[in-house]
């Protein structure tokens, strides 16, 4: 068997996420339909995390094995000839046999994009709110409220470190075994874990919220997000952040912000 790590790129606006589904379009099930025409094998490929549905990927890491002798710079070619516009592969690697791109992972970093289309405060007399491109639409929350910008990076602080994210995760118990975590853990630190980089900066006119963690929880990147908007929108102060993560409940949090504007960015390997 040829053991193959892929990293590719994606837009998935037009995707169910990255895991297969019966009769919806997935991330994996389209990468394992190519890698089916090009080589006539039946695979899984084995994602470093499952993308929900409208969440793009910059490095998204998927480990494969075929028994087909294809020199990498051929699959490489073969599968972007293959594949939609909206998947591309960027690199192939050999790897050694116990490679698994979720279980080997080390650190996820992940980034989420607000176009901020009101100032904060208000301008009085009131202005027009600032406009989003329908062609930066599709990758941004075009996020209606003033938000005080020194208000996302105070909630953004409180996060980093250790912390058990129950508060962060999805509601449904079942949904929360879709889990973006890089190894295995015992069922009482199921919900801990660990954010080395979490900060928000401005670019181009868009907010940007970098986290870096060990891994992460179903919807944890948007709950956090969302929870900091209502922050920096002054419905609850930053300060309650701690609280938040202490009461362990999903109720406690902000609302889940909208798939569109998470990217995931890089997938850190020993």
Same mark, same amino acid.
């Given at each position: 068997m040829h053991h193959w790590k892929l990293t590719l790129a994606y837009d998935g606006t037009s995707f169910n996420g990255w895991q297969v589904q019966p009769n919806l379009p997935t991330i994996q099930g389209t990468l394992a339909a190519a890698l089916h025409r090009i080589t006539g094998e039946t695979l899984l490929p084995q994602g470093s995390g499952r993308t929900d549905a409208g969440v793009h990927a910059l490095a998204q890491v998927a480990s494969i094995s075929l028994a087909t002798p294809i020199p990498a710079t051929n699959l490489h070619y073969a599968l972007n000839r293959v594949l939609p516009q909206s998947i591309r592969v960027l690199t192939i690697e050999s790897v050694s046999e116990d490679f698994h791109a979720r279980h080997s992972a080390r650190r996820k970093t992940y980034e989420y994009r607000i176009f901020p289309?009101? $100032?904060? =405060?208000?301008?009085?007399?009131?202005?027009?709110?600032?406009?989003?491109?329908?062609?930066?639409? =599709?990758?941004?929350?075009?996020?209606?409220?003033?938000?005080?910008?020194?208000?996302?990076?105070?909630a953004a602080d409180y996060v980093r470190g250790t912390h058990d994210f129950t508060s962060f995760t999805a509601v449904n118990p079942d949904q929360t075994s879709r889990d973006e975590s890089t190894s295995s853990e015992t069922p009482e630190a199921s919900f801990v874990r660990t954010i080395y980089h979490s900060s928000? &900066?401005?670019?181009?006119?868009?907010?940007?919220?970098?986290?870096? +963690?060990?891994?992460? $929880? &179903? &919807?944890?990147?948007?709950?956090?997000? +969302?929870?900091?908007?209502?922050?920096?929108?002054?419905?609850?102060?930053?300060?309650?952040?701690? +609280?938040? $993560?202490?009461?362990?409940?999903?109720?406690?949090?902000? =609302?889940?912000?909208p798939a569109r504007g998470l990217f995931l960015v890089e997938v850190e390997y020993a």
């Open positions: 289309r009101a $100032l904060y =405060p208000r301008a009085i007399p009131p202005t027009l709110d600032r406009i989003c491109s329908p062609m930066l639409a =599709p990758y941004v929350w075009d996020c209606p409220y003033p938000l005080d910008f020194a208000a996302l990076e105070n928000w &900066h401005r670019s181009d006119g868009l907010y940007l919220y970098r986290v870096t +963690g060990s891994g992460f $929880l &179903h &919807h944890m990147v948007r709950n956090l997000v +969302g929870t900091f908007v209502e922050a920096a929108a002054r419905r609850i102060s930053a300060d309650d952040i701690p +609280g938040i $993560l202490a009461a362990r409940n999903r109720s406690a949090a902000g =609302p889940t912000a």
